[in-house]
Every structure is written in C-alpha cells, then in structure tokens.
C-alpha cells in the first residue's frame, strides 16, 4: 500500500524558516514522474506551491526564491524548505506524487505563520 506522510509543519514567526518532509512508503519515489507541494488555506482552493520533474523544479510566484523543493531518492523523501515566511503562508500544505494515469496525496501538514 502506498502512502505519503507529511510532517515538520507548525506555527512560526513571520520572518522564520520550516522544512516540510513526505516520506514515501510502499513504492520507491523513482517511480513517480513528478513530485508536488499544494497548499490550502482556509475558504481558498488548494493552490500547487512547486514541483520537481526530472530534476527540474517550478515554483509559484508568491512564493519564488523563498521555497526550495528537494528529494532525497535513498530516504524515499520530499522536501520543501521554506524561508522568509509570511503570514500568508498559512495553510495545510499537502504532498503529491503522480504514478502512471494516478496520483497520491498525504494527509497534509498545518503551517502557520503568526506573531
């Protein structure tokens, strides 16, 4: 059975840094053609934050060169660093991996930035 299971969310001040992990379990991340990062904020649709395929990463502009997405193939795990927040980071942000014609998501991860 393949799951993603998110973690390292949290509150933080405006200004400070997190790093959100996916752990991958039941499939090897290899396998997946693209890895991705959505975030959710309350009353909002979910909104992709970055991607990476093929070793290219893409990034949404609010949040370009603050956020940087990762994988560690030997650790089955996504990354996603996360400087210079803001308050309006705040959202559930949730893990995505599409495989052949399908996709899975994690159960996602609270971040929020407040002073």
């Known amino acids: 059975q393949v799951q993603l299971v998110e973690s390292g969310g949290g509150l933080v001040q405006p200004g400070g840094s997190l790093r959100l992990s996916c752990a991958a379990s039941g499939i090897t991340i290899v396998s997946f053609s693209a890895m991705k990062w959505y975030r959710q904020a309350p009353g909002t649709q979910r909104e992709l934050v970055a991607s990476i395929r093929s070793g290219l990463q893409t990034y949404a502009d609010a949040v370009k060169g603050r956020f940087t997405i990762s994988r560690d193939n030997a650790k089955e795990t996504l990354y996603l660093q996360m400087n210079s927040l803001k308050p309006e980071d705040t959202a559930v942000y949730y893990c995505?991996?599409?495989?052949?014609?399908?996709?899975?998501w994690g159960q996602g991860t609270q971040v929020t930035v407040s002073s």
């Open positions: 995505n991996a599409l495989y052949r014609s399908g996709s899975y």
